[in-house]
T-cell receptor, first 116, second 113 residues
């Protein structure tokens, strides 16, 4: 498998503030990381694919100016939720893949964001 | 039609029984199929993956794939209360689709002691 960490594990913020979530691949260099969002009792929704050294690829309907993704190194990707609002409250999870056509994804522990 | 469909459940089975979880997918070109387990409030963890038609066994878990029917299932033998969780089926698409992985909504499994 792969070891993935996320920080923070939970965060509570006021509406209008920005929140940064870090995702680290601890045991291999990940050229690609994925960011998901999961609302209660719903499935994982892919937000964007983070590529090291290049711009992230966002899924349809995800605002790239609101959810800023930076993948500056092979072991770190960050997701910044800008001007957060209560509707952004969710469980944000990153994952890494070793690459190729068949490889499975390994998930970080997730970050619970609550916007008041 | 959803790309990956699962019965939301809950599926309730007694301890020691076989739990059968099913998943259908719409993209016939899909290449890789995964089962993840997600406990409440936690992130998903990989249980099994399968690429070829047929059965693949790993301990108490057996994944079954039928590409002609676009159907993948997960059998859990000797179910334990600790198996109670939501099981997510994930399907990785073909190269033409960018190898995108699509997740089903999950099936909640409850194993009664």
């Amino acid at each position: 498998g792969a070891v993935v960490s996320q920080h923070p594990s939970w965060v509570i913020c006021k509406s209008g503030t920005s929140v940064k979530i870090e995702c680290r691949s601890l045991d291999f260099q990940a050229t690609t990381m994925f960011w998901y969002r999961q609302f209660p009792k719903q499935s994982l929704m892919l937000m964007a694919t983070s590529n090291e050294g290049s711009k992230a690829t966002y899924e349809q309907g995800v605002e790239k100016d609101k959810f800023l993704i930076n993948h500056a190194s092979l072991t770190l990707s960050t997701l910044t939720v800008t001007s957060a609002h209560p509707e952004d409250s969710s469980f944000y999870i990153c994952s890494v893949s070793r690459g190729g056509s068949d490889n499975e994804q390994f998930f970080g522990p997730g970050t619970r964001l609550t916007v008041l | 039609q959803k790309e990956v469909e699962q019965n939301s459940g809950p599926l309730s089975v007694p301890e020691g029984a076989i739990a059968s979880l099913n998943c259908t997918y719409s993209d016939r070109g899909s290449q890789s199929f995964f089962w993840y387990r997600q406990y409440s409030g936690k992130s998903p963890e990989l249980i099994m993956f399968i690429y070829s038609n047929g059965d693949k066994e790993d301990g108490r878990f057996t994944a079954q794939l039928n590409k002609a029917s676009q159907y993948v299932s997960l059998l859990i033998r000797d179910s334990q209360p600790s198996d109670s969780a939501t099981y997510l089926c994930a399907v990785r698409g073909p190269r033409g689709g960018g190898f995108k992985t699509i997740f089903g909504a999950g099936t909640r499994l409850f194993v009664k002691a």
